[in-house]
């Protein structure tokens, strides 16, 4: 089976920077994901890590370590748009995607 | 031009209806997907088809039949609507679908916002 976990909130203020942690249990693994989910919006892509290691992508940067089964999302320079759901997603054997139930960034004045 | 598009957007029908949602992407992918959103935001998979070929049938009840008459289109069919069906439904592409690879990255549709009364 797959089991994926991530925070449900977390807040902070503009020009922060928040952390978003992932752990992860799958069959096979075929890469992580972190998409990006305004209200009501359809999920944008942000990030892709197979390899252990950093990916950093302006703002954005994200890790992996797949030994300890784990990922997370840095978003630094906050800014209010950047409030959203963010979604940890790994690809498993045979293509099947597991969504996590997402972490729900509040970004403050 | 949009990437990947869905109609309808919103569909607001009655217990025991039998409803479609189309999908149709644009970006030459091999791939689609359709996912439900419940309310508590979780995204789950539902199906998956690659050129055409059903890949990925998760646990879903058979009340629900995808059709993929060509590689850019995917249909979902709902029969006999249930008040646990409303959810918001994604459709999504990617231009792979299996491997180590970004190519596995998935565009997703706008949403259909579907509520049985």
């Known amino acids: 089976g797959q089991n994926i976990d991530q925070p449900t909130e977390m807040t902070a203020t503009e020009g922060a920077i928040v952390q978003i942690n992932c752990t992860y249990q799958t069959s096979g693994f075929n890469g992580l994901f972190w998409y990006q989910q305004h209200a009501g919006e359809a999920p944008t892509f942000l990030s892709y890590n197979v390899l252990d290691g950093l990916e950093e992508k302006g703002r954005f940067s994200s890790f992996l370590s797949r030994s300890k089964g784990y990922s997370y999302l840095l978003l630094k320079e906050l800014q209010m748009k950047d409030s959203a759901s963010y979604l940890c997603a790994v690809m498993g054997s045979w293509g099947k995607f597991q969504f996590g139930a997402g972490t729900q960034v509040v970004v403050t004045p | 031009d949009t990437a990947v598009s869905q109609t309808p957007k919103y569909l607001v029908t009655q217990m025991g209806n039998d409803k479609s949602i189309k999908c149709e992407q644009n970006l030459g992918h091999d791939t689609m997907y359709w996912y439900k959103q419940d309310s508590k935001k979780f995204l789950k998979i539902m199906f998956s088809?690659?050129?055409?070929?059903?890949?990925i049938n998760e646990t879903v009840p058979n009340r629900f039949s995808p059709k993929s008459p060509d590689k850019a289109h995917l249909n979902l069919h709902i029969n006999s609507l249930e008040l646990g069906d409303s959810a918001v439904y994604f459709c999504?592409?990617?231009?792979?679908?299996?491997?180590?690879?970004?190519?596995?990255?998935?565009?997703f549709g706008p949403g259909t916002r579907l509520t049985v009364l």
């Open positions: 999504a592409s990617s231009q792979v679908h299996d491997g180590s690879s970004s190519y596995n990255e998935q565009f």
């Open positions: 088809y690659n050129n055409k070929e059903l890949i």
